[in-house]
């Protein structure tokens, strides 16, 4: 793969670290129930199709960054900054969980 | 089923091999099973096997998207050992690897098991402390195990790398010798018969796409072949687990990642054991073939895509050849992945669901080749009482809101 860092353009995969599944929103920790606080800690979504994911470019600026990839094909459909909001993208495979 | 036997084998040479029956049944799927097992793969089959021959319950259908053992069943490297690390984990290992030193007679299948002996390597001085600490933890739960030294292990495998100027210098490492390598096709068709035999229907070609859940109770599946009705549904679909479950609406803790292995073209005998090193992520061994089967850590991103990135191919050989440098002259003759199914604590799941009637064996990971007998026993056994087996108690899917993790992918590290 050749991955579009946002500050530094296409590199190639091996100096990226893949963090996994972005946009987790972390549940409040005093009221949240155990399995909820278990579902944040370790459930992730796992798509056959399109995934949302973080990556790290560790042998390069340093910096997080997101991607949105297909995890069939590998297709890297965009690359935004961390604080940018989930872009609306079109699923190749339908969007199976 | 035609028991093999020297005695089968004369006979049909004498037919010039023309009459040999088939292995199991092509039947065609009914619409309605006591028990569904999705998923064709060593877990699939050994569940429906044990179902039928302790549970006596022989209304089954094991449902397969492809072929038999086409998925990680067919595709690992084969190892089996039972040195883990925590008394769950190895209580459960060593049964299986004692359920694998029987299982050839039991399913009147060679499963060519060779128990060759695994060895790891410590590449420094700190990884050879944990060994000690890690080998020492097998013995007392009375599993073998062996702290070897640095000359024992330069003369069980002279392909090492043992040189001064070695870029990952052995210090030493741990033995079991029970552990070694079994042929994985054997393993799946070997089930495969001896459930077939027992009344399973095994279908290929049949990809289940979804499942019908009505009151909290599985009612049935979606099939490509059409809707069959049961109330017992097991799931044993690796990299799929995700996916399947969700048809039940059941979340999981399983994130899907593609590991690798290859072979080398083959050569004469030169490596009697499996050797691992867990720091450099390389493990190898020497097949019936002579190949040299190599593998290593999985890629590290999520993936559905069988096949490996060149990034992790590289990684790995770049260690293998580190390690034994005649590799470097060898070709390589076919490399290719599977996806594998892992948890957060690298541990399994094989437990109840909050879906009745929905029963799932799940999180084998890396390593779950070697829990093939353990695995279809403990889960057949749960589907049967509709409660876990004493032995896979721990590996619970509620382990994880309970904060109970069998966190093995800390305390063994990469696990094949
Ligand atoms: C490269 C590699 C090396 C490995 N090395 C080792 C090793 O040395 N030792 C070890 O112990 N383990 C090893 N493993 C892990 C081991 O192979 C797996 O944990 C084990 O085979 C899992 O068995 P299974 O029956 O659960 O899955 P599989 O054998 O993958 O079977 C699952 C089946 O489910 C089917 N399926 C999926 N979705 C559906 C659906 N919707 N409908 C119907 N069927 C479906 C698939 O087609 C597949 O055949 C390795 C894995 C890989 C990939
Ligand atoms: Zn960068």
Redesign the interface.
């Known amino acids: 793969?050749r991955i579009e860092c946002p500050w530094c353009g296409s590199r190639?995969?091996?100096e990226f670290?893949?963090g996994?599944?972005s946009h987790i929103a972390r549940p409040e920790p005093a009221t949240a129930s155990?399995?909820e606080?278990?579902?944040y800690?370790?459930?992730?979504?796992?798509p056959?199709g399109l995934?949302h994911?973080r990556w790290l470019h560790r042998f390069g600026c340093g910096q997080w960054f997101n991607v949105a990839?297909d995890?069939?094909?590998?297709n890297i459909l965009a690359s935004y900054p961390m604080t940018a909001p989930k872009p609306e993208l079109p699923d190749a495979n339908g969007g199976?969980? | 089923m035609e028991r093999y036997s020297a005695f089968a084998l004369l006979k049909n040479a004498l037919g010039g091999h023309r009459h040999w029956p088939q292995a199991w049944r092509s039947p065609e799927l009914k619409r309605q099973y006591d028990v569904v097992i999705i998923g064709g793969g060593g877990h699939g089959l050994a569940t429906a096997y044990y179902l039928a021959k302790v549970h006596g319950i022989s209304n089954i259908a094991v449902l397969e998207k492809g072929w038999l053992g086409g998925g990680n069943t067919g595709r690992n490297t084969a190892v089996s050992r039972s040195n883990y690390f925590y008394p769950e984990s190895t209580r459960f290992y060593e049964y299986s690897l004692k359920g694998y030193e029987s299982l050839g007679r039991e399913l009147n299948f060679n499963i060519m098991l060779s128990q060759i002996g695994i060895i790891n390597l410590a590449c420094s001085r700190h990884e050879l402390e944990i060994f000690r600490r890690w080998a020492t933890a097998i013995q007392v739960q009375g599993v073998d195990s062996e702290v070897l030294g640095r000359e024992q292990i330069a003369t069980m495998v002279p392909m090492l790398n043992m040189s001064a100027s070695a870029r990952y210098p052995v210090h030493g490492g741990f033995i079991q010798r029970r552990g070694g390598i079994s042929r994985h096709d054997a393993v799946a068709w070997g089930y495969a018969r001896a459930a077939s035999s027992l009344g399973v229907d095994i279908i290929q070609n049949c990809e289940v796409t979804g499942i019908e859940v009505s009151d909290g109770c599985v009612r049935g599946v979606k099939t490509s072949r059409g809707s069959v009705r049961t109330d017992k549904l097991g799931m044993a679909v690796a990299g799929h687990s995700t996916v399947v479950a969700a048809m039940a609406g059941v979340k999981l803790p399983i994130v899907s990642q593609t590991l690798q292995a290859m072979v080398s073209e083959p050569v004469k005998p030169c490596l009697d054991h499996v050797v691992m090193s867990p720091m450099v992520h390389c493990y190898i061994s020497q097949s019936d073939r002579g190949e040299i089967v190599i593998g290593g850590g999985a890629d590290t991103h999520p993936s559905y895509g069988q096949r490996g990135s060149l990034q992790s191919t590289e990684a790995v050989l770049n260690a293998a050849v580190e390690l034994y440098p005649m590799l470097s002259r060898m070709k390589l003759m076919r490399q290719w992945g599977g996806i594998v199914d892992i948890a957060p604590d690298a541990s399994p799941i094989v437990s109840k669901t909050p879906v009745t009637g929905f029963y799932i064996s799940t999180g084998w990971g890396t390593g779950g080749y070697k829990a093939i007998p353990a695995g279809g026993e403990t889960l057949a056994h749960t589907i049967a009482h509709d409660a876990p087996h004493p032995l896979v108690e721990p590996f619970s899917l509620d382990r994880f809101a309970r904060g109970r993790l069998i966190d093995e992918g800390a305390a063994a590290g990469v696990a094949h």
Do not use: F, I, P
């Open positions: 793969m190639s995969e091996d670290v893949c996994g599944q155990d399995a606080w278990a579902a800690l370790y459930q992730r979504d796992n056959k995934h994911e990839r995890t069939v094909s590998h199976e969980a």
